[in-house]
C-alpha cells in the first residue's frame, strides 16, 4: 500500500520560499511518477509540478517554473518542491501524488495515490 505524507506548508510573505516534503513509502518507486498538485480556495486541484522516479525528468506548469523546483531522494524515499519567489495566488493545499508507469502527465485522474495535503498561505 503506497502512502504519501506531505509537510513543509505553512505562512509566509510575498516574495519568500518554502520546501514541501512527501515522504512516499510502501514500495520502490522506480516505475512511478510522483507528482505536486494544488487546490485553491474555490478552485480544481491543478497540476503544479511532476518527476519521472527513475532518471529525474521533470515537467512544471507554466504558472510555476522558474520559480518552483521539484526533486528527489532515492534513499530518503522523499520528493521536495522547493517554491521561490512566492506569490499571493501559490495559496493553496498542496498534495503529493504518485501515479505508475514512466509518462509524466498533468491529469490529476492519472494519479492514483494521494497524501492528505499541506496549507500553503502567502501573505501580500
Known amino acids: 500500500q503506497v502512502q504519501l505524507v506531505e509537510s513543509g506548508g505553512g505562512l509566509v510573505q510575498t516574495g519568500g520560499s518554502l520546501r514541501l516534503s512527501c515522504a512516499a513509502s510502501g514500495r520502490t518507486f522506480s516505475g512511478y511518477v510522483l507528482g505536486w498538485f494544488r487546490r485553491a480556495p474555490g478552485k480544481e486541484r491543478e497540476f503544479v509540478a511532476a518527476?519521472?522516479?527513475?532518471?529525474?525528468?521533470?515537467y512544471y506548469a507554466d504558472s510555476v517554473k522558474g520559480r518552483f523546483t521539484i526533486s528527489r531522494d532515492d534513499a530518503k524515499k522523499t520528493v521536495f518542491l522547493q517554491m521561490n519567489s512566492l506569490k499571493p495566488e501559490d495559496t493553496a493545499v498542496y498534495y503529493c501524488?504518485?501515479?505508475?508507469?514512466?509518462?509524466?502527465?498533468?491529469?490529476?485522474?492519472?494519479?492514483?495515490?494521494w497524501g492528505q495535503g499541506t496549507q500553503v498561505t502567502v501573505s501580500s
Open positions: 518527476i519521472r522516479w527513475s532518471g529525474g525528468s521533470t
Open positions: 501524488a504518485a501515479k505508475y508507469g514512466q509518462i509524466i502527465v498533468s491529469d490529476r485522474g492519472s494519479y492514483d495515490y
